[in-house]
């Protein structure tokens, strides 16, 4: 069975085996590894077309320079994007480049993060979590 994937580096989608480990996996297109992959800076259309395209969970912190906590826990989101890599597509979503983006899924206090199967969200968590917490909530969704 194949799932399908969005690259992080070019935005191609892939279709790839689906399996519990991943030894290598790279970009039909691009050659690139798309494994250990740090989450994705987005904006509302590239976000869009990840939500449209992947068959895998897709886990989105909304965030903004200036926050604190969101700085605070960027390390953890990221460790926990590189770990979950071809299970979980982590994005990140500027809050102040993309206000639009915010206040089309009622962002009202940040971080927080959306998780989304099939382009719906299935999962909400409001304040920064350690890399255990998030790494826990986020394999609920797997």
């Given at each position: ?15 790839i085996?689906?399996?519990d ?9 691009c ?30 912190d ?13 390390p ?23 206000q ?20 719906e ?6 304040g ?15």
């Open positions: 069975m194949n799932v399908k994937v969005v690259c992080p580096h070019c935005g191609k989608v892939n279709n085996p689906k399996k480990s991943y030894t290598k996996a790279n970009c039909g297109h050659k690139e590894s798309m494994l250990d992959q740090k989450p994705i800076d987005v904006t509302r259309q590239e976000m869009l077309h990840v939500l449209v395209n992947s068959e895998i969970p897709v886990l989105v909304f965030w903004a320079p200036w926050c604190g906590p969101c700085l605070q826990m960027a953890a989101f990221e460790a926990v994007s590189r770990e979950l890599s071809l299970k979980v597509q982590c994005l990140k979503v500027n809050t102040e480049e993309n639009g983006l915010g206040a089309l899924y009622g962002i009202e206090s940040i971080p927080t993060l959306l998780m989304f199967r099939d382009g969200e299935i999962g909400t968590n409001t920064a979590l350690s890399k255990n917490d998030l790494m826990t909530w986020a394999k609920r969704f797997i």
